[in-house]
Every structure is written in C-alpha cells, then in structure tokens.
C-alpha cells in the first residue's frame, strides 16, 4: 500500500486546512486509514481514523469538534478538514494504513504510511 498526503501549509490561529490521503494499491477487503501528527520533539500522535467498512471516523479528544475526516469517492482519497486550528495543532500530518477491522490509535498497528505534510499555525 502507497500513501499520498498533501494540503498542509500555513495558516493563522482560528482558520481551517484540508488535508488529502491518497491511498494506492489498496486490494484489501477492509482495512482503516488513519491521521498521525508529529510536532517538534514529541512522538506521534493520533488524531482520526475510519475504516472502509462504514466510515464512522473516530477522533482523538484534542481534535473533537473542529477536525472531520471523510471519504471523497470521487477524488479515490480520504480528507481530513481541520477548522478552528490552534498554535498545538502545528505538526507534521501523516495518514496510515492497516489491514485491520476496527481502528487503532497505536502507530505500531499500521504498516503503511504516507511521507507526511507539515502544518503550521501561527500568528
């Protein structure tokens, strides 16, 4: 499984990004796709996850409420729109793959991973 993620970028406190994962080579018949970030000398973390099966995404508390992942069929990726982004939220983003049926928060349950997009907020 390849991973594709872009849209990050910089953005002020209080505005929005849209991030794309696009996965390729996906032959699975479940699996779930998940974001990670990664700020500055913390370890990774996760944010969202969805699976094929139901796209009922999951998110992490920090996030709740103001990001929202889906399912773009048309564009073959999975989006994540990030609203009301804060200073914290600066972080390099990665999607993920797994073959799994239920989503996990753990990075060492997903074997494959995009090469990440770095987004900033700041004033």
């Known amino acids: 499984v390849q991973l594709q993620a872009s849209g990050g970028g910089w953005v002020q406190p209080g505005g929005s990004l849209r991030l794309s994962c696009a996965p390729s080579?996906?032959?699975?018949?479940?699996?779930?796709i998940a974001w990670f970030r990664q700020a500055p000398g913390s370890q990774r973390e996760w944010v969202s996850c969805?699976?094929?099966?139901?796209?009922?995404?999951v998110y992490a508390d920090s996030v709740k409420g103001r990001f929202t992942m889906s399912r773009v069929y048309a564009n073959y990726t999975w989006d994540l729109q990030m609203d009301g982004l804060k200073p914290e939220d600066t972080a390099v983003y990665y999607c993920a793959a797994s073959r799994r049926y239920w989503c996990s928060a753990s990075v060492d349950e997903y074997a494959s991973w995009g090469q990440g997009t770095l987004v900033t907020v700041s004033q």
């Open positions: 969805s699976s094929n099966r139901d796209d009922r995404p």
């Open positions: 080579r996906i032959t699975f018949d479940y699996y779930i």
